[in-house]
């Protein structure tokens, strides 16, 4: 921390850059190195925020997988604008996302649902993400209707779930100093173009 965050030490290419840092954060051992809190914005102009986890990255973007008739993937349908924030706190460290949120094809959804947990699998068919439901009784009934149903076969993928590709328009790490005087590196791009801009921003 002490030493900071150097210009000429970042990767020209943001996602080698996020996956050097990704890769540190897992081998420290911090908690849910891939949690990420998503922002999305619904019809209202109004922000929500929660915590999703980052299934897989590329040079194409970041993934999350969710169920398609959640609050969030409603808002992504209307406003496919997002930002995410990787809160590596203990590190010292942060690295925040804007971009867009386009959904993967189904294939990336099954072959990523097919190496869930058993009892997540079950979980995406019995719960009707984000809607209301009059108690716990009803959902554990639900997940233990599935379990009967589905008991000698392998779970398939609902139709109303799979995953999302945030597609990134700017990539920031931030690094923390003393006297919060932290080191910002922003990089950044027009939406066809491959070239990033890389620019120093006050803390």
């Known amino acids: ?7 000429a030490d970042l990767d020209p290419d943001p996602y080698r850059e996020f996956e050097k ?37 590329d040079a194409r973007g970041f993934v999350f997988f969710t169920n398609y008739e959640s609050r969030k993937a409603r808002h992504i349908a209307s406003h496919p604008r997002v930002a995410m924030s990787f809160p590596w706190f203990a590190l010292g460290w942060e690295v925040k996302v804007t971009g867009e949120a386009v959904r993967v094809s189904l294939a990336e959804s099954a072959k990523y649902f097919a ?5 997540s699998q079950i979980g995406a068919w019995a ?3 984000s809607q209301i439901i009059s108690s716990r009784s009803l959902l554990d009934a639900k ?3 599935m379990m009967r149903k589905l008991h000698d076969q ?3 993928l609902p139709s109303f779930w799979g995953g999302y590709r945030v597609q990134p328009s700017t990539i920031e790490f931030w690094q923390a100093r003393t006297n919060r005087l932290h ?19 006050a803390p």
């Open 143 to 145: 997940v233990a209707e």
């Open 115 to 119: 190496t869930r947990p058993r009892g």
């Open 21 to 57: 840092r990704f890769t540190l954060a897992v081998e420290s051992g911090i908690p849910e190195p891939n949690a990420m809190c998503l922002a999305t914005v619904d019809e209202d102009g109004q922000p929500w925020v929660r915590t999703v986890l980052l299934k897989t990255y």
């Open 183 to 201: 080191d910002r590196f922003l990089y950044s791009r027009a939406q066809a173009d491959d070239v990033w801009r890389i620019d120093r921003l």
């Open 127 to 129: 719960s009707p993400q």
């Open 1 to 7: 921390m002490a030493s900071g965050l150097r210009r």
């Open 154 to 156: 392998e779970v398939p």
